[in-house]
């Protein structure tokens, strides 16, 4: 990861709608098939805590609603990092500093949905420890449990 700096919550509405359409073919389906990317950035930028990987650019985001406490768990919506920074345990720092935030803020556990024909993602996911907790449809539902203090 030598010269990847990681922030959280920089990211313009721009940058991150930049870094979605390049990261786009890589998500199963297509991100842009599902939703409009402006849309979804803004969404972002309002109502999520980002997570993020430069190099000048943003090569890598997790975006997580941390906004529910009374549910006691925070929710991935996305997880995306640039084709040619993969392999470097990027995702897997963001994971980290995802778990550690939430349980920092008194989160139990993390949730996310992703689908079963991205066997890449839900690999990533199970080794850093998110198990399968249900099936709808196509997609998994995931949970990571954060340990108490």
Known sequence: MAGVA??????????????LALCDADFVPPLARRVDLAAYA?????????????????????AAYCNDPESSAAFITNLSVRR?????GIAT?????LVAHAGRAG???VRLEVDLANERAVDRYEKSG????GMQGGVAIMRY?????
């Open 6 to 19: 990681f922030e959280m919550n920089t990211a313009s509405e721009v940058q991150i709608v930049d870094h």
């Open 42 to 62: 803004q969404k972002i930028v309002d109502r999520a805590t980002r997570f993020e990987a430069w190099d000048g650019t943003l090569v890598g985001l997790l």
């Open 84 to 88: 040619e920074w993969r392999g470097k």
């Open 93 to 97: 720092h963001l994971i980290e500093l």
């Open 107 to 109: 989160f139990r556990c």
């Open 130 to 133: 998110f198990a399968i907790t």
């Open 145 to 149: 449990d954060i340990e108490g203090p």
